[in-house]
């Protein structure tokens, strides 16, 4: 890269040359600013070389932080196909995550969940065993003289989500992107080709 152009133009030129991988070497928000511009390229698959922090992308496809591992996985390009998430006007690859106090979540407009206390609220676009829904996992928290801890946690499908409270309160996708709420999270339709490793759900060998 240089001042002169961006990644986004990077990966729009390349894609009309005929490109078929994208390699992306940095920490998550390096690859959280390319997926607006992949969006448009679904065909280009995406590729991740893990350097700095955070790098909790990569490792939710697989991918080790240490450079001969993650070059073995890009050789062997096992592909996933990512349904890509969208909140509000942001894409995202695999969640979107919000805590605190008095948070409500609607599930399509068929239920809603409210924690009672403090909770972290998770939206995962890779976990849910069909990979077509969004997983909703929500972790409470308790306070007392151990101080925070988890409590268990409940789990929940859905196609869409909306999250309207508590008003102006940041949720973080793919551990990179702030969007204030209100939000709605949804699964695009669009998908991603991903190069994962091993033992990353259903895949394919090209």
Known sequence: LSVMNSPHEIIRDEAK??????VVVGTDKLVGQVLDTLAKYPEMALGIIPVGEPTE??????IPKDLTGACY???NRLIRRVSLGKINNSYFLYQAEISGRNIVVDCDGQYKICPET???VKINNILAPTGEVLQTTVIPRSG???GNRNVGQSVFTSQRV???QPAKTKILADDNKEVLTPA?????GIKLKVIVGKGMGKTEST
């Open 17 to 22: 040359r005929g490109v078929k991988n994208m």
């Open 144 to 146: 007392g003289l151990l």
């Open 73 to 75: 996985i890009l050789a």
């Open 184 to 188: 709605k999270i949804e699964l695009t």
């Open 57 to 62: 992308m990569a490792a939710n496809f697989g």
């Open 118 to 120: 403090a909770a972290t």
């Open 162 to 164: 909306t999250i309207e």
